[in-house]
């Protein structure tokens, strides 16, 4: 006798192919919008008064990274970051 898989038993199959989004509302709330109060003014004259933040992920074998990084614009210069496997909300606020 063969032996049958627990997920046949159950119906169950693997999706196969490109997972799409359905067009609708995703999120309990919308986003909110923060007043642009640099202006696109990156020429800064002195240190600490301009701090700009990215977020960014970085592929490794474990799966997906995600980087946060705060700099400020006078010096260039790193004055914060924050790692983790997960992007949540504690990442962007850490910071």
């Not at 995703?26 to 109060?37: E, F, L, M, R």
């Not at 074998?61 to 260039?76: N, P, R, W």
């Amino acid at each position: 006798m063969i032996p049958v898989s627990p997920a046949r038993l159950a119906g169950i199959k693997a999706q196969v192919g490109c997972y799409r989004r359905r067009p609708g509302f995703y999120g309990s709330k919308p986003a909110v919008v923060v007043d642009n109060t640099l202006a696109r003014q990156f020429d800064v004259d002195a240190r600490d008064t301009a701090w700009v933040t990215d977020i960014t992920y970085i592929r490794t074998k474990e799966g997906f990274a995600y980087l946060a990084v705060i700099t400020d614009l006078f010096s260039c210069r790193v004055l914060g970051w924050f790692l983790q496997y997960r992007q949540t909300d504690e990442l962007n606020l850490r910071l």
